[in-house]
């Protein structure tokens, strides 16, 4: 069915037809309902691309990420997609796989499609290089922040994560507190570290030993705690850059003879729930709401496309999710 029948069954013109359909003011209630009427009766589907041609706008976005494992894009994506799926804008996924070449070749066929705007996920929290001044559509950046201040970017608050983390083992009674964490030149680690001594100050408290660091797997958790537990045989918290790490670290020290949460309290970070909800115990650990963080940079994705960018970098919060590795100091 074409727009030439819906006018020809509602007994008007092509064009009253493409402003009722269209949402125009300047149509009568009575002439739009006879419209909507006779493209229902004739199951008339929009074409989407003519539309795009009318209005300057083909109501399709791209998503850019180089999260090839998707552990962070992945919740990012979800986010997002409900937002477009609740503007009826369509959205075209491409996976550069942290290639810089294979990255501009997706940037290209993205233009050449005309989306109207474009997310950009990061593989890290790692601020990138900006791509905004090349394009003449909107960017907006996730996960990992624009170097360029006036583009718009939403990252997780990994120092107030940190802190909600620091705070609770300190509510825990816990005095002892270490860390161990993943590669020292990663931003998130520095972020992370921040937000422990954030919390430890405000107490008076001082961490136990040297900051551990190393890469983010349970391997190097494991070596970790061999050291750590060595080295502060009295330690009775220890806050993990992830959950990767926590894992690994409770694993030696049950192995040690420490009960967790009883002798040793630990707290994860990035809630990837088939480690956190399956360690034993489970991991109490800090969530970086990451399907919020993508459903808000569409939002403002959005907003930029309408002319209204929101530019800086927004940290949006994270939040702690508390479950059995954690409990008040002698509780038991």
């Known amino acids: 069915m074409t727009i030439s029948d819906v006018a020809s069954l509602a007994g008007v013109s092509i064009a009253t037809v493409s402003k009722a359909l269209n949402g125009r003011d300047n149509v009568r209630a009575e002439t739009r309902?006879?419209?909507?009427?006779?493209?229902?009766?004739?199951?008339?589907?929009?074409?989407?691309?003519?539309?795009?041609?009318?209005?300057?706008?083909?109501?399709?976005?791209?998503?850019?990420t180089s999260d090839s494992v998707g552990r962070f894009g992945i919740p990012v994506l979800l986010g997002a997609e409900d937002a477009f799926g609740a503007g009826e804008m369509a959205?075209?996924?491409?996976?550069?796989?942290?290639?810089?070449?294979r990255e501009q070749h997706y940037i290209r066929t993205l233009l050449s499609r005309r989306v109207d705007g474009l997310i950009v996920v990061g593989e890290s929290t790692d601020t990138r290089s900006s791509i905004s001044r090349d394009l003449t559509i909107p960017v907006v950046y996730a996960y990992g922040a624009s170097d360029d201040p006036g583009d718009v970017s939403f990252v997780p608050d990994d120092v107030g994560g940190a802190a909600l983390a620091g705070r609770h083992l300190v509510a825990m009674g816990r005095r002892r507190i270490a860390h161990i964490t993943g590669p020292m030149d990663y931003k998130a680690?520095?972020?992370?570290?921040?937000?422990?001594?954030?919390?430890?100050?405000?107490?008076?408290?001082?961490?136990?030993?040297?900051?551990?660091?190393?890469?983010?797997?349970?391997?190097?958790?494991?070596?970790?705690?061999?050291?750590?537990?060595?080295?502060?045989p009295e330690v009775d918290a220890v806050f993990c850059g992830s959950d990767?790490?926590?894992?690994?670290?409770?694993?030696?020290?049950?192995?040690?003879?420490?009960?967790?949460?009883?002798?040793?309290?630990?707290?994860?970070?990035?809630?990837?729930?088939?480690?956190?909800?399956?360690?034993?115990?489970?991991?109490?650990?800090?969530?970086?709401?990451?399907?919020?963080l993508g459903r808000t940079a569409a939002q403002h994705l959005f907003a930029a496309i309408d002319g209204r960018a929101t530019p800086g970098v927004h940290r949006m919060p994270c939040r702690l999710v508390i479950r059995d590795s954690t409990a008040p100091r002698g509780s038991s």
């Open 189 to 232: 680690t520095i972020d992370r570290a921040e937000g422990l001594a954030v919390a430890l100050a405000e107490t008076g408290l001082v961490q136990t030993g040297e900051t551990l660091h190393g890469t983010w797997s349970q391997r190097w958790g494991r070596h970790a705690a061999e050291m750590l537990l060595m080295a502060e």
């Open 33 to 64: 309902q006879r419209v909507l009427e006779a493209a229902e009766e004739l199951s008339f589907q929009p074409n989407a691309l003519a539309r795009g041609l009318l209005s300057g706008q083909t109501r399709t976005v791209g998503l850019l």
């Open 91 to 101: 959205l075209l996924l491409c996976d550069a796989r942290g290639d810089a070449i």
């Open 244 to 292: 990767q790490i926590a894992a690994g670290f409770v694993e030696v020290a049950r192995e040690r003879g420490r009960r967790i949460p009883d002798d040793i309290a630990v707290v994860g970070y990035d809630n990837w729930e088939m480690l956190s909800a399956e360690t034993r115990p489970a991991l109490t650990t800090v969530d970086m709401n990451l399907e919020t």
